[in-house]
């Protein structure tokens, strides 16, 4: 069975809910925000980072795109990403790593500078570019949703969709923000927080209502 080791809020939020939509068994592991930086962490996920995902041999798959990427491919008669292998599963997961490396990043520098600084002041400055940036790289997800949505693959429905979910109900400055600027992930948001297998997941990570997430 797989393990999700899980901190409220935190980049786990996109694997739980794709588990959870999969309906695949699994173990949820949640953990103190201490415990996922404790050294013994660093045996899972060697920078410590949530999410990670525990396999059936003992191993671990870290890093939010290559777990989504290896549970989609995984269970693929669940039909949350194109087949492996085809043009739109190229292109899915041009997507994938577009968020996961353009974006995730920016919400890292909300946070005291995402260690690039010590001091409060550069932090300011740091966190209003990763703002500036935050607002472009949606933006471009925006045009890509109006000419080939509604989802972000396209037609369906996708762990793409859940993906970005997790990036607006982190977005700077605010999540409000993200979901006036941009309407059409508005709607996919609106969308996921529907979703009735979701609702649990969606809950636990105290993010039911827009808005509920805070970088204090
Ligand atoms: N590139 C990583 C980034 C993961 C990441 O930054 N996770 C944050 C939580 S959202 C974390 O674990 N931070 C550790 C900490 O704050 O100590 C991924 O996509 O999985």
New binding site residues.
């Given amino acids: 069975m797989y393990k999700l080791y899980n901190?409220p809020?935190?980049?786990?939020m996109c694997v739980h809910f794709l588990l959870e939509e999969m309906d695949v068994p699994y173990q949820n592991i949640w953990m103190t925000?201490e415990q996922?930086?404790a050294a013994e962490f660093r045996d899972i996920?060697p920078?410590?980072?949530?999410?990670a995902l525990g396999l059936v041999d003992g191993q671990a798959v870290?890093?939010?795109?290559?777990?989504i990427e290896f549970l989609t491919a995984s269970h693929q008669d669940k039909g949350l990403a194109p087949p492996v292998g085809t043009p739109d599963h190229g292109v899915y997961l041009a997507w994938l790593n577009y968020m996961?490396?353009n974006i995730?990043?920016l919400?890292?520098f909300g946070?005291n500078g995402g260690g690039f600084t010590d001091t409060p002041e550069q932090a300011a400055s740091i966190r209003l570019k990763a703002e500036q940036l935050m607002e472009a790289r949606l933006g471009l997800l925006e045009t890509k949703l109006k000419s080939d949505g509604p989802f972000m693959a396209g037609s369906s429905y996708s762990a793409l969709d859940m993906y970005l979910f997790m990036l607006a109900i982190?977005g700077m400055p605010s999540e409000a923000q993200v979901l006036e600027n941009f309407p059409s992930i508005a709607r996919i948001c609106a969308e996921v927080r529907a979703r009735p297998k979701l609702k649990a997941a969606i809950e636990a990570h105290g993010v039911m209502l827009p808005g509920s997430y805070s970088y204090d």
């Fill in positions: 901190v809020g935190w980049g786990s925000p996922a930086r996920s920078l410590g980072l949530i999410p870290f890093e939010s795109a290559a777990i996961s490396t995730y990043p919400t890292n946070y982190w």
